[in-house]
């Protein structure tokens, strides 16, 4: 859940909580919501290669009376019950004008302030390239109050190697100089790199980069195979071994180095590991805990990713249009109630053949459609980089410390 905007902070929102497939489908069982995420344009400046989305070059923007509408949606819902997120994603954000989200901003002021009930608070957070921004965007983000990711893939020589321009360009050196106004400004951010094939052997050289930059808050995307990026590079032979070795070398080098960085696949499994803690299930995979609504105003829940896509076997994955279905009328629908039938069995299925089960809750529907057709299933090559291998490292590392001091 990965390209430049696929999904990054809504795969790091894993949260405890009971599920089993035997739970009812009505509507007092879903939720509560913890993330929408709203597309404001489908369109985004660059092509990257191992990008999921099939429409990015459609300059489509988000109506302000649409958002409304999709905020009015929501909070008449019986899915929220507290505060939660809005992401901005699905396409790049600041491809629109810095207005739109002045204006974003004071509607979600007004639709809050008519709500009748608990006060509640969204925060807003967007996941961009940072290429264009400058001390104009610095102050937007201030003045609104909203939380940064960039994806950046390491130095130039991985980087520019699949994130490149409609015209063939390299990226690396303007997103670079977003990420120096933000440091200047004080404005705190993660980075998110996606790995591919050509990383696995540049543990050090990524290390040294993102520690040199200062960029100490990291996360990993593994390339993933998805939507219209039909097969990933990790499936290469004996890239598993070598994603192993890169995870031992990051992991030597923080011990190293502590406080160098912050590796996000690292701090999940520790802190779940030192506190016994188990997961139950991911918002992923739980509905109406995400709500995703695209730039015509189409809605989905689960993955994020599977509101772009069209599939032989199901269609789209649109439950319906906020202008005309409400967010609950969507569950009495026979496509909702398929997917989420099979989301469910494939979740039983990992619960029950696989020891992993309490670092990922069942992992996510749309790594198991893309690599094996089907919601009901187990194993994906997304769980094992992205929770078996990082665990066993992470695992090993902390038993190895362990012998040492004890």
């Known amino acids: 859940m990965a390209s430049a905007t696929t999904g990054e902070p809504a ?7 009971a599920l089993s497939p035997a739970q009812p489908t009505s509507a007092d069982s879903f939720g509560p919501l913890r993330l929408l995420v709203v597309q404001p ?9 191992y990008c999921y989305l099939p429409s990015r070059n459609d300059r489509r923007r988000l109506p ?6 999709t905020l009015e949606r929501v909070l008449e819902s ?3 019950s507290g505060d939660f997120t809005l992401l901005w994603h699905a396409g790049e954000p600041l491809t629109m004008p810095i207005a739109f989200y002045d204006d974003a901003t004071a509607l979600i002021r007004r639709v809050l302030e008519r709500r009748v009930g608990p006060p509640l608070r969204i925060q807003q957070s967007l996941q961009t390239n940072a290429m264009v921004i400058d001390a104009a965007w610095c102050d937007c983000f201030e003045r609104n109050d909203i939380h940064v990711g960039v994806s950046l893939d390491g130095p130039a020589s991985l980087h520019d190697a699949h994130r490149r321009t409609r015209t063939g360009l390299p990226s690396h050196a303007a997103s670079l100089r977003g990420i120096r106004w933000l440091q200047s400004r004080g404005i705190p951010f993660q980075v998110i790199a996606v790995l591919t094939d050509d990383a696995l052997d540049q543990a050090d050289l990524l290390f040294d980069f993102f520690a040199d930059h200062g960029l100490h808050n990291l996360a990993f995307n593994m390339e993933e195979t998805e939507g219209d990026n039909l097969s990933s590079s990790l499936s290469r032979p004996h890239a598993e071994a070598r994603y192993v070795s890169f995870l031992e070398r990051f992991w030597e080098r923080l011990r190293q180095q502590p406080g160098a960085l912050r590796l996000r696949e690292f701090d999940e499994i520790t802190n779940l590991a030192c506190c016994d803690q188990r997961l139950s299930r991911t918002d992923m995979n739980h509905p109406f805990a995400i709500v995703n609504v695209d730039a015509r105003g189409n809605f ?3 993955d994020p990713e599977l509101l772009a896509v069209a599939t032989a076997e199901y269609g789209d994955f649109v439950f319906g249009n906020v202008r005309s279905d409400s967010l609950e009328s969507a569950v009495d629908s026979a496509k909702f109630q398929r997917v989420l039938s099979e989301i469910r069995s494939g979740v039983a299925r990992c619960k029950a053949e696989c020891d ?9 529907g749309s790594n198991k459609y893309w690599e094996q057709g089907s919601f009901d299933c187990s194993e994906t090559q997304a769980c094992r980089y992205r929770i078996k291998l990082s665990a066993d490292v992470v695992m090993a590392g902390l038993e190895r410390e362990l012998e040492l001091t004890g």
Request: proline letters at 8%; aromatic letters at 14%; glycine letters at 10%.
């Open 300 to 302: 989905s829940t689960f």
């Open 356 to 364: 992993y089960f309490g670092l990922c809750g069942g992992g996510a």
């Open 64 to 69: 302000l009376e649409l958002l409304e509408r």
């Open 11 to 17: 795969r790091a929102m894993q949260q405890p909580m």
């Open 41 to 49: 344009t489908p369109f985004c400046n660059l092509d990257c290669d």
């Open 78 to 80: 019986p899915y929220v």
